[in-house]
């Protein structure tokens, strides 16, 4: 399965970040202007992926929220809640996006409660919200204190911070989910198959014999995804007719063949690289596929 995000590369692909920031203490909390973070970024989206972290974001702006089987709009206000479970990525559609994000670790708030237990941080929940302008700044309020607290020097200011948190998750179970959820049967079997192929094609080429892939079959692809495996079936045999396993199969042997023709790997090597348990489960599976033995196909390049 691929890795979250941790908090290290978080920070390493955003210079404009502190690293005196990021300590190796795993009780980590953190408050980042969306204006800044645009200054160096852009508009480019959030990809597809899960963190290792929670994180709250205030935004305005027009934008969307993918994930695997539905999306949500934000047309004007919007508060996401993201969890470590949860991949998702974040579309601008407007160029004038504003707002807040916080990021913390579940052991930063875990002596004050357990985040997890709150349904817009559980699978199945509706993590976003539509916000009127009252909401919009009373929300906003509250990082404004996480942005005080933070800078501030204060010996207990991380209390403060975590009561900051658990304040804000309480005034937005007052409120209501987004209802703007785009759930179009054929758009969610499309996008499921999307974020499928993105996913596979994110594993190639490799580039040593140590990092090889790791998502192999359905069910590793499903549980990335947090779909049911029969679920992303059904939607890539709908969208490109052919089976999930077909098109695994189909994309390790093209990358079987461009490394046997192309480096100078062992079978062996190739093999485990590519997933296979050893040389012998590949040489049989490249052999079903080609009907040549691996080392019949490197010989005839």
């Known amino acids: 399965m691929t890795k979250p995000e941790t908090l290290e590369e978080f920070y390493s692909n955003r210079p404009f970040l502190k690293t005196s920031d990021l300590l190796k203490d795993p009780d980590h909390f953190n408050i980042i202007s969306i204006e800044k973070q645009k200054q160096f970024e852009g508009n480019e989206a959030v990809s597809f ?21 539905k999306s949500f709009e934000i047309f004007e206000h919007g508060l996401l809640f993201a969890n470590p479970l949860i991949p998702y990525d974040w579309e601008a559609i407007s160029g004038d996006q504003t707002g807040y994000s916080c990021i913390f670790t579940e052991s930063f708030v ?7 237990k709150y349904p817009f941080f559980q699978p199945g929940g509706y993590p976003v919200f539509e916000l009127n302008k009252e909401e919009k700044s009373l929300l906003e309020n509250i990082f404004f204190q996480m942005q005080q607290e933070k800078s501030s020097d204060l010996e ?31 758009n969610a079997a499309a996008r499921i198959t999307a974020l499928f192929i993105d996913l596979l094609e994110k594993q190639f080429p490799i580039r040593n014999t140590i990092d090889g892939i790791t998502l192999r079959s359905a069910s590793d692809f499903a549980s990335q995804m947090s779909v049911h495996v029969n679920h992303l079936n059904k939607s890539v045999k709908e969208t490109i007719l052919k089976t999930t396993s077909e098109i695994i199969n189909e994309r390790i042997l093209k990358e079987a063949k461009i490394m046997l023709q192309h480096n100078s790997w062992t079978i062996s090597e190739i093999a485990y690289s590519l ?3 050893g040389p012998s489960h590949f040489s049989s599976f490249f052999k079903k596929q080609a009907h040549l033995s691996p080392s019949q196909f490197r010989s005839e390049k």
């Open 156 to 186: 207990f200011k991380n209390d403060i911070l975590k009561n900051l948190i658990f304040q804000m998750i309480f005034e937005t179970m007052k409120m209501r989910p987004s209802t703007n959820i785009i759930t179009e049967k054929t």
């Open 49 to 69: 992926g899960r963190k290792n972290y929670f994180k709250i974001c205030l935004v305005s702006g027009n934008s969307k929220i993918h994930y695997a089987d």
């Open 275 to 277: 997933g296979f348990e």
């Open 110 to 116: 875990a002596d004050f409660g357990n985040v997890k």
